[in-house]
Each structure stands twice: as C-alpha cells, then as structure tokens.
C-alpha cells in the first residue's frame, strides 16, 4: 500500500509541477491580461512572444522546458530514494531496475497533462511542446537534442512555430525507436508526440489552408 501511494504522490507532484501556468502568469503580472483572450488563446511561449514580447517567451519557453526536466529528475531520484523506505514493499515483480523506468513514463504523461490540462486553468493551458522537450532531455538527451535540432532547422526556414513543433514531435518518435530506448521510454514518446501533435490540429488545418501565421505575424 506504501509503495503504490509514494508513486500516486509522485505523479501528483509531477502533475502540479506541469500545471504551473508560466505563460498565464506572464501576461498577468506584465500586462494584467488574461494571454487566453489574446491571439492563439494558448499559454504557450509562441502566444506570450506574439502578445507580450521575446523576452516574457524566452522565459516562458525557458520555465516551460525546465517543467519537463525536472519532473524527469525528479522521478529518477525519488523512486530509487523510495525502494529504500523499511516500510514499502513493491510487488514482488517489480525491481527497481524493472519499475523505474515505468515510473518516469508516468511522470512525463502526468507532467504533459500538467502542462495542457492546468487545473489552476479550469483544465486549458498550451500544447505542450516546450514541456515535452524537457522531458526528452532529461530522459534520452540524444532524443532531445535530435528533436530540437529539427525544430530550429524547420523554424528557420519556414519560420512557423506550428510546423516545426509537429515535425520536431515527428522526429522524436523515429529517433526513440532507432537509437533503442527502453520500451518505456519509447511507449511515453510516441505517446506524448502523438499528442503534441494532435494539440496542433488547429493549426495543422491552418497549414493546409495556407492560412498559419509565421513569425513576425498576427495569429489569425
């Protein structure tokens, strides 16, 4: 029972820690606004750079990665921490090398969740796109830095925020599955890329209508 309520907690505290509104609290204490009334309506830092400057984003974007990283370390610290307690005892299949890795899979669907589903938002917040990053480089650096290398590429030359985050979620589930990461791992980045990416379906159809704005433009 002990072992199965520390990792309810830690799921909990993972959740919470995504929740955080960064780009909510941005536009409230910069400019008294609530930033979901205002050009895409989402939290996330390409909103907050369109409303409120490069700056707000860049610390947004910034707070919204270290989001993710920290759920991830966190979750490689306080499991193993937690196997040590006298009074938890995990099932008997369950060894920390087995269950650790399921755990921070868990952690990062429940910091993902955090993110976009913010329960200080009445359950909205961004696409979770920033958060997502952080939680590839803490977990698989390869895999993040591979995805965030994509991402600048599209973003440079298309200079569309949208295109590149759907393409640099793209690019994160080929590389999990070709650099051989363990099956969790895998399983929470197709899962969490495939769910970035369904956050952009506005403007996937934007997209296909020729209508997203780039960089530098107004949200329509």
Partial sequence: MVFWLANAVGLAIAYLLGSMPTGYLAGRLLKGIDIRAHGSKSTGATNVLRTLGKWPALVVLLVDVLKGAAAIVLARWIYPWVYTWPSVTPPTALDLQTWVPW??????????????????????????????????????????????????VVLAIFRMVSLGSIIAALTAIALVCVLEQPLPYQLLVIAGGIYVIVRHRANIQRLLAGTEPRLGQSNA
Avoid: D, Y
Avoid at 107 to 121: K, M, N, P
Avoid at 123 to 146: D, E, I, N, Y
């Fill in 103 to 152: 755990a921070v899979c868990l952690v990062g669907v429940a910091v993902l969740l955090g993110h976009s589903r913010s329960i200080w938002l009445n359950f909205t917040g961004g696409k979770s796109a920033a958060t997502g990053l952080g939680v590839l480089l803490a977990m698989s650096w390869p895999v993040g830095l591979g995805a965030a290398a994509v991402f600048c």
